[in-house]
């Protein structure tokens, strides 16, 4: 499928488990982040990337790992799933490096620790 | 603390009429604004944006306004039709790429 997809839509896991948040785009775009999206917050940085192997860390990074080992791909891992990390999250990507330009998001994984 | 503010958490208007959805901001250092409409279910999807050297940009039904003096944008949606009804996110940015979103706003445009 053409754009930016995420995977799974919906995912339910434990306090203290490890879970991964894959996000895949087909334009070839440099940039890519990830967001999550709560209630009185909006939606805040986590982690953006501005080519394979280059990552740096966004507003609310704690408790959060990326890997960027291929352009296409952006996989967020919670190494250690806690409460306070249930939220929808959102993948983005932007194609001008250091530019002015939108950025495309996914349809989002809400994500609930139990 | 939130850089980007959004302080109307809902808005209503009649069908036809005008929307304004309003967006402060505190960083100066602020050249990129964009706003975002989002349906439920769905990741955002980017409306208009303008930049720091502008007042104003228009596409169609929208435009947006931008004071730097008082930090603070604003979009208007005219006429206002019930497809629009959404929540709708301002987005700025010092470098056009790490954005700073708010918290966004839910407009419901009455039938």
């Known amino acids: 499928d053409a754009g930016i997809t995420q995977s799974p839509r919906y995912k339910i896991t434990e306090t203290g488990r490890q879970v991964t948040l894959m996000c895949h785009q087909t334009?070839?775009?440099?940039?890519m982040f990830w967001y999550r999206q709560d209630l009185g917050h909006g939606l805040r940085l986590i982690y953006y990337s501005a080519a394979a192997d280059i990552t740096d860390k966004g507003e609310v990074p704690d408790g959060y790992v990326v890997s960027r080992s291929k352009t296409e791909n952006f996989p967020l891992t919670l190494e250690s799933a806690t409460r306070s990390q249930t939220s929808v999250y959102f993948c983005a990507s932007n194609s001008l490096s250091g530019g002015l330009d939108e950025q495309y998001f996914g349809p989002g994984t809400r994500l609930t620790v139990t | 603390d939130q850089q980007v503010k959004q302080n109307s958490p809902s808005l209503s208007v009649q069908e036809g009429r005008i929307s304004i959805l309003n967006c402060d901001y505190t960083?100066?250092?602020?050249?990129?604004f964009l706003w975002y409409k989002k349906y439920p279910a769905e990741g955002p999807t980017f409306l208009i944006s303008i930049s720091s050297i502008k007042d104003k940009n228009e596409d169609g039904r929208f435009t947006v306004f931008l004071n730097k003096s008082a930090k603070h944008l604003s979009l208007h949606i005219v006429p206002s039709q019930p497809g629009d009804s959404a929540v709708y996110f301002c987005?700025?940015?010092?470098?056009?790429?790490?954005?700073?979103f708010g918290t966004g706003t839910s407009l419901t445009v009455i039938p």
């Open positions: 334009w070839s775009h440099s940039y």
């Open positions: 987005a700025a940015s010092p470098t056009g790429n790490q954005f700073y």
């Open positions: 960083n100066s250092m602020f050249d990129y």
